[in-house]
């Protein structure tokens, strides 16, 4: 059973960092793809960042060159390096894994950005950030 618990949300202000953490567990090869998804209030599911099997990041406009995904797959980690973090930050952050993984070569809002295209979510870890 695939099992997702991200952790290391908090409060933040306004040009600070924050490091986001995803322990997964279950899968049984490592062909998946992973992803961070955010959530404000009365607003969409937003994917922001992914990573295919082979390391290959991208990510959204609104966080290229302020965050950084990376896996730790000897301690089956995800991680979410965020700095210069904006109060428009301020959501539920999710990670998500998908076993259909392809070659990541840029960021689709229509498949890496999908939230239906990912078939295992985390609970979600909340992000403040004041201004």
């Known amino acids: 059973q695939v099992q997702l618990v991200e952790s290391g949300g908090g409060s933040e202000q306004a040009g600070g960092s924050l490091r986001l953490s995803c322990a997964f567990s279950?899968?049984?090869?490592?062909?998946?793809?992973m992803a961070w998804f955010r959530q404000a209030p009365g607003k969409l599911r937003e994917g922001i960042a992914a990573i295919d099997m082979d390391g290959n990041t991208a990510y959204a406009d609104s966080v290229k060159g302020r965050f950084t995904i990376s896996k730790d797959n000897a301690k089956n980690i995800l991680y979410l390096q965020m700095n210069s973090l904006k109060p428009e930050g301020a959501a539920t952050y999710y990670c998500?894994?998908?076993?259909?993984?392809?070659?990541?070569?840029?960021?689709?809002?229509?498949?890496?950005?999908?939230?239906?295209?990912?078939?295992?979510w985390g609970q979600g870890t909340q992000v403040a950030v004041s201004s």
């Open positions: 998500a894994a998908d076993g259909r993984c392809t070659e990541i070569t840029e960021f689709d809002p229509g498949w890496e950005g999908t939230p239906g295209r990912y078939t295992h």
């Open positions: 279950g899968f049984t090869d490592n062909k998946y793809c």
